[in-house]
């Protein structure tokens, strides 16, 4: 009896208990939750159910009557041993006798079949919830933000590359470095934004660098052409002429810039400028001019800055030394944008009045959008009710309708009630259940 | 413990007796067997019958041959809507002794031991009151003066459950003071055969007394020495509590449909046709099932159902069934995991 109480609260709150585990287990790993492995002090749980188990079995203490009740029904007695209990017994001793010791064989046993059986299902679903694979990483936001930093700046570096403006060692270090990051980010790995940000720093730091050696190109080639002007004159530092001295500053800026891959095959810069020829100095000045102008645009578009300064001294050092250059071939200027461009294919158009002097134009912010007219004014904000004209139901049988009682009797009456009250009503009954042929009062 | 149960000797004599008693009624009754004994337990409770069925079922004739069985004195009563309660309990007569008028009790026919009331339900609510307190006082008052009834005092009434008009239903009240109310049904082909066979003119057979007054009153004796234990006197009281619909032991499924329970005097009612259940079992006690055997022609009379629940078709009797199926032997079940 005791054993059976304990058994009962065992299994009814151990069964209670493996369930909630594995709702909440289940509840973490939907969340993304890993699942912590099993270890041995969970077996410290076991102590609620013992614990639940010691209280049944005080709760299930069955009175004397109870118990003797229980056991008169088991053996048969038909409320003899109860009887016998509470009156002598007197000539039904010995029968009594003889049942009751039988009772040692008829002895409940625990019935241990129902308790596994509750416990079975959430054992199982316990140990399922475990079986669950174990749910990936999730990234925190913060990596996510790095991760896609990183891609950016992949992108940045493979533009950069495609372009072929930038030092191609140097970009296809800065490229492994960035990889690094990469990989670690989807590792799962915490990445500090330093790193991505000295990377990036390192780009741009090309970027400028390579800008500084254009604009040195650019100066020389303005010297190149000042020098032009005024052949004959020195500089006043040596014998070496004006135009010799630029050419050699121009060749130097534009072994700095990487520009001298740029010239044609069998053209020879040092050797003009040290014999004066004008015309080979023309087609060098041309030659790197070129090609620094669209380095120059390159990188301006890939930095998304424009420095219209500097691209237009390019425009003007290479339209002195080659008539026609610096202006973009028609359909060249595409997708660009600018000051007087406007973005995609779009093209500002000036007026007249407009002196072609970009450089007087300023950046201006557009005041945002209205939905009412500017004649308009607003008179009053209030929160009024919906209109509404709600329609009575005349139906019949509903609660408005009107008639000759139809609609109360449809409504009092449900449909079984309303078939018994016609039945009775009915010819067809009085004259099968009545066979006396008297009428009913 | 100052009782002693009933000795084994007693208990067979007064089950033999009764035995004696039910195969006598098996002969002029025959393919009746449940509601013959229901007749011998609520002979033994000294409560009243009420039988209700169609006309030719062999009623009168029931109560015809208990009394004669029983060597008692017997009245028949056919009530009509226009008989009055003093031609039932009798009324004062003058009469003139030497010269000298004087009003002198003339007792009616219920003062016999043996009263066989009729179709009850065609008399008047005066005449059926007039009842009342002869079946349960067990003495009749007629201006103002106290006429105590013989011993035994049994009133078997029939009803017709058809022929309703110039009827009058019985009051709760009176349907209150009937032990049970048992529902007399057809007899299946083969007993109708054995009738045919063996009644001319459907004359019953001769019968002759098989108890005496002395042997009544030992049954009697028997009957009120049968051990009511505690725990089956417990589980009676909890089964006519559950019949009321404001009791938490009311099962949710009658509750709707009960309007007014049992009264104490059923479940008194419930424990003596228990004690003579148990004598015609040959136990000297009550058991659960005895008391489970007879809730319903003990209960589902004194139940008034719901108007809606008697439309649904929702008889007493099956109310009583789910109070049965509600209300545990014992109040403290055993553990489901004991075999």
């Not at chain 1, 109480?5 to 209670?16: C, D, I, N, P, R």
């Not at chain 2, 505690?230 to 009281?237: F, K, L, T």
Request: net charge negative.
């Amino acid at each position: 009896m005791q054993a059976a109480s304990f058994v009962t609260g065992f299994s009814a709150v151990g069964a209670g208990l493996l369930l909630a585990a594995a709702c909440a287990f289940l509840a973490l790993r939907v969340c993304g939750i890993a699942v912590p492995p099993p270890a041995p002090a969970w077996a410290a749980a076991l102590a609620i159910p013992i614990a639940a188990g010691f209280v049944a079995v005080r709760r299930g203490r069955l009175p004397a009557t109870a118990e003797l009740a229980h056991l008169d029904r088991r053996l048969g007695l038909e409320g003899l041993l109860l009887s016998a209990s509470e009156a002598r017994p007197g000539g039904w001793d010995a029968a009594l006798h003889a049942r009751v010791v039988e009772a040692a064989h008829r002895i409940p046993r625990v019935r241990w079949a129902p308790a596994a059986r509750r416990l079975v299902l959430p054992a199982v679903l316990f140990c399922g919830v475990f079986l669950l694979p174990a749910p990936e990483p999730a990234p925190a936001p913060g990596s996510r933000v790095v991760a896609q930093a990183i891609e950016d700046l992949r992108d940045a570096i493979d533009l950069a590359r495609q372009e072929g403006v930038l030092d191609e060692r140097r970009l296809e270090d800065l490229a492994q470095r960035v990889e690094e990051l990469r990989e670690r980010a989807a590792a799962g790995e915490e990445v500090a934004w330093a790193d991505v940000d000295a990377l990036g720093e390192r780009l741009e730091e090309q970027r400028a660098l390579q800008r500084d050696a254009l604009a040195r190109t650019a100066h020389a080639l303005q010297a190149l052409r000042e020098a032009a002007r005024t052949p004959g004159e020195t500089s006043g530092a040596g014998d070496v002429p004006d135009a010799e001295a630029a050419m050699q500053n121009l060749l130097q800026q534009a072994a700095a810039a990487g520009l001298l891959d740029a010239l044609p095959a069998g053209l020879d810069p040092s050797r003009a400028a040290k014999a004066g020829d004008a015309e080979t100095m023309e087609q060098v000045a041309e030659a790197l001019g070129k090609a620094a102008l669209e380095q120059a645009e390159a990188l301006a578009a890939a930095a998304g800055d424009v420095d219209e300064r500097a691209l237009q001294a390019l425009r003007e050092a290479l339209g002195e030394a080659m008539p026609g250059a610096g202006k973009p071939a028609p359909g060249e200027d595409v997708g660009r944008g600018g000051v007087d461009r406007g973005p995609g294919h779009a093209r500002l158009a000036f007026d007249e009045h407009f002196d072609g002097d970009t450089s007087t134009l300023q950046t201006q912010k557009l005041p945002p959008g209205r939905v009412l007219a500017e004649d308009w004014e607003i008179m009053q904000v209030r929160r009024v009710d919906p209109t509404a004209a709600p329609q009575r139901n005349e139906a019949p049988g509903s609660t408005a309708g009107a008639g000759s009682g139809e609609a109360a009797w449809r409504r009092r009456l449900s449909p079984s009630h309303r078939a018994v009250v016609h039945e009775f009503f009915s010819s067809r009954r009085a004259a099968a259940g009545n066979p006396g042929g008297g009428t009913r009062r | 413990m100052s009782t002693t149960l009933l000795a084994p000797d007693r208990v067979a004599r007064g089950r033999d007796l009764l035995l004696r008693l039910r195969g006598a009624l098996n002969a002029v009754l025959l393919g009746q067997q449940a509601m013959l004994d229901l007749v011998l337990i609520a002979l033994c409770a000294r409560g009243h019958l009420l039988l209700e069925g169609l006309p030719g079922l062999g009623k009168t004739e029931l109560v015809k041959a208990l009394g004669r069985l029983l060597a008692l004195r017997f009245r028949r009563v056919q009530f009509t809507p226009d008989i009055l309660p003093a031609d039932i309990t009798g009324g004062l007569v003058l009469e003139e002794h030497g010269g000298q008028r004087t009003f002198t009790f003339k007792p009616g026919p219920i003062f016999a031991n043996v009263v066989l009331a009729d179709e009850i339900n065609r008399a008047s609510p005066k005449t059926q009151s007039a009842m009342l307190e002869a079946m349960q006082e067990r003495r009749v008052t007629v201006f103002g003066e106290t006429h105590p009834l013989p011993e035994p005092f049994f009133v078997l009434a029939t009803q017709n459950p058809i022929e309703l008009e110039g009827t009058y239903p019985l009051p709760e009240a009176q349907l209150d003071r009937f032990l049970f109310k048992v529902e007399v049904r057809n007899v299946p082909a083969d007993v109708l055969a054995t009738i045919l066979r063996e009644r001319r003119r459907g004359q019953p057979p001769e019968l002759a007394p098989v108890i005496d007054a002395g042997e009544l009153a030992e049954l009697f004796a028997v009957v009120d020495g049968v051990y009511l234990p505690e725990a089956v006197a417990d589980y009676i009281g909890r089964l006519v509590e559950a019949s009321h619909a404001d009791s938490p032991l009311c099962p949710e499924a009658a509750r709707a449909a009960i309007a007014f329970g049992a009264s104490p005097r059923a479940a008194i009612a419930l424990a003596e046709a228990g004690r003579a259940a148990a004598l015609l079992a040959g136990r000297p006690n009550v058991d659960f099932a005895d008391v489970d055997a007879l809730a319903v022609p003990v209960l589902a009379h004194r139940i008034v159902l719901q108007h809606a629940a008697r439309l649904d078709g929702l008889t007493p009797a099956r109310v009583v069934g789910m109070l049965l199926d509600a209300t545990a032997k014992v109040a403290k079940p055993l553990p489901k995991e004991i075999a």
